[in-house]
């Protein structure tokens, strides 16, 4: 089969494989500083864990890469449990937080930070407290894998909404300690309210772009943030293309 035209595609295994190589060479490597010795630990922790999330929020349970496998293991796999999946990926999410720096620079927005390894932690044991995967034994009573193990639990938990929202404090609390806040100015009236949200993506009307202070965990597929979000966000007060006000390319 063929990728669609435009289609961008990633070798997510072998990424993951790449994380594991460097966290098992790195102390190897003479004259490297402690501080960027965490930070690229860190960093692929993240990875891990975050490939990991987009495939399990994807295909449901997977495979886990657990360590690094060589480059053609592709015999005997088995998808694990979700749940086993979940804890996997959110012990990652921990272990990189403790090594990354929660904020970066303007030009490194779109590197991990403890900030946005724990706002997906956070979003995946949200994710994992929804009775659609919670208890969902109309959907999942017969999801086995083919010796039989489920790999679905059938019985609703409400303590998963618990790790959720004490995972979501953690964040919030990890992002308000080191400056992270919501573009700000007063609400106070409708104009102001709309000038806020239009700013917030898109910077004043010089061009500028004065919404680090909300960025996790940026893309940096274009020049600025400020060009990929103007493309994912509704057209509001322009008709046409503009350079100062929101694309909407990606948004109906």
């Not at 007060?237 to 694309?247: L, P, Q, V």
Request: net charge negative; proline share 4%.
């Amino acid at each position: 089969e063929s990728y669609p035209t435009g289609a961008v595609k990633q070798d997510i295994w072998g990424v993951i494989r790449n994380c594991y190589n460097l966290l098992n060479n790195i102390d190897k490597v003479p004259d490297i500083t402690e501080e960027n010795k965490n930070t690229w630990k860190g960093e692929a922790l993240f990875l891990i864990g975050f490939y990991h999330q987009i495939l399990l929020e994807f295909y449901g349970p997977i495979f886990l890469a657990k360590e690094e496998f060589t480059q053609d293991a592709s015999t005997g796999l088995m998808r694990e449990p979700y749940d086993d999946c979940v804890n996997f990926i959110a012990e990652k999410y921990t272990e990189a937080a403790k090594l990354l720096p929660a904020v970066r620079s303007s030009g490194e927005k779109n590197r991990a930070t403890s900030a946005a390894a724990l706002a997906y932690k956070a979003r995946l044991l949200l994710y994992a407290a929804s009775p659609l995967v919670n208890g969902n034994s109309e959907f999942y009573a017969n999801f086995k894998n083919p010796d039989g193990k489920p790999l679905m639990n059938l019985t609703y938990d409400r303590e998963k909404w618990k790790k959720a929202m004490d995972a979501a404090e953690e964040a919030i609390e990890l992002c308000e300690a080191n400056g992270y806040k919501l573009y700000g100015g007063s609400t106070e009236n409708q104009e102001q309210g709309r000038k806020n949200y239009h700013e917030a993506f898109v910077g004043g009307n010089d061009g500028n772009f004065n919404n680090w202070d909300e960025i996790l965990f940026g893309l940096a597929a274009q020049g600025t943030i400020s060009y990929c979000i103007k493309n994912i966000a509704p057209r509001v007060e322009y008709t046409k293309y503009d350079s100062k006000g929101f694309r909407g390319y990606l948004f109906p």
